[in-house]
């Protein structure tokens, strides 16, 4: 079992910034990618970002240039940075764990609201 705890949501003016953090724990062997998918209202859930055992990044094209993904290994830990947030990024973002590429784990979700 891994289990995944996600923080750094909140509420954020157009144009700003901030960063999700999802801490990992438990059997982590054979990870395969880390990831950060979101779900807005009435839309179904939809990758933002991946970053795989080797280091490969990946991004949603509606993402590329403002989102970074990143990943601390010694601390299980993957970060989403995310700047020049605009409304349409509102959304609950979930933090992904897949294992050997057929095991999935997901957080609970962090509320990203975007407005002025």
């Known amino acids: 079992q891994v289990q995944l705890v996600e923080s750094g949501g909140g509420l954020v003016q157009p144009g700003g910034s901030l960063r999700l953090s999802c801490a990992a724990s438990?059997?982590?062997?054979?990870?395969?990618?880390m990831g950060w998918y979101r779900q807005a209202p009435g839309k179904l859930r939809q990758m933002v970002a991946r970053?795989?055992?080797?280091?490969?990044?990946i991004y949603a094209d509606s993402v590329k240039g403002r989102f970074s993904i990143s990943r601390d290994n010694a601390k299980n830990t993957v970060y989403l940075q995310m700047n020049s947030l605009k409304p349409e990024d509102t959304a609950v973002y979930y933090c992904?764990?897949?294992?050997?590429?057929?095991?999935?784990?997901w957080g609970q979700g962090t509320q990203v609201t975007v407005s002025s």
């Open positions: 438990g059997s982590m062997a054979g990870i395969y990618a």
């Open positions: 970053i795989f055992s080797g280091g490969t990044t």
């Open positions: 992904n764990v897949n294992l050997r590429a057929t095991m999935d784990y």
